[in-house]
């Protein structure tokens, strides 16, 4: 896979801490690391100037119900 000037080889593995994505000013704007849930109100896509990306919080969809069940 090419992945900007690096090629990454079959099976590896990348990871990206989840809070430098969170408080990224070119993704959210100057004010990335302020609370501002109203910067949602016309959508994900509006809120990213169109730069939506899925970035998962856990392994797999079920992680949370999974820790959460009895």
């Known amino acids: 896979m090419k992945l900007g000037d690096s090629t990454l ?3 590896m593995q990348i990871s990206l801490p989840i ?6 000013t070119e993704l959210w704007g100057n004010n990335a690391a302020e609370f501002k849930p109203e910067r949602f109100k016309d959508g994900l ?3 990213t100037k169109s730069q939506v ?3 998962p919080f856990a392994c797999d969809q ?3 119900l999974d820790r959460t069940l009895p």
């Open 9 to 11: 080889p079959g099976g």
């Open 19 to 24: 809070f430098l994505v969170q408080h990224d």
């Open 45 to 47: 896509s509006m809120a």
């Open 53 to 55: 990306f899925y970035f």
């Open 62 to 64: 079920g992680y949370a």
